[in-house]
């Protein structure tokens, strides 16, 4: 099994930074993208950033020029450093991962999310 643990939300004020961390932990073979999403109460789970194992990186739109995704492929490790943030980036923040098990069965594996709230 493949394991997800998320840390750094909080609250913050506008135009504040704040830094998510997520450790992949487990029967790890490889782990190809990795990514952030977020979810706000009655609302669909978004995409907020993802990378792949090269390091190519997609933002929504609503982050680009705010947050930063970078992952450490030796330490299956993921993180997303968010600036300037808004009171709409409010949300539980997910993190996301999918490769193979060293049994090499592809798996998808969801954190257990942290809540960021921006206010002042």
């Known amino acids: 099994q493949v394991q997800l643990v998320e840390s750094g939300g909080g609250l913050v004020q506008p135009g504040g930074s704040l830094r998510l961390s997520c450790a992949a932990s487990?029967?790890?073979?490889?782990?190809?993208?990795m990514g952030w999403y977020r979810q706000a109460p009655g609302k669909e789970r978004e995409l907020v950033a993802s990378?792949?194992?090269?390091?190519?990186?997609n933002y929504a739109d609503s982050v680009k020029g705010r947050f930063t995704i970078s992952r450490d492929n030796a330490k299956n490790t993921v993180n997303l450093q968010m600036n300037s943030l808004k009171p709409e980036d409010t949300d539980v923040y997910y993190c996301?991962?999918?490769?193979?098990?060293?049994?090499?069965?592809?798996?998808?594996?969801w954190g257990q999310g942290t809540l960021v709230t921006v206010s002042s």
């Open positions: 996301n991962a999918g490769g193979l098990s060293l049994n090499y069965r592809y798996f998808e594996v």
């Open positions: 487990g029967s790890i073979f490889s782990i190809n993208a």
């Open positions: 990378i792949t194992r090269g390091g190519s990186a």
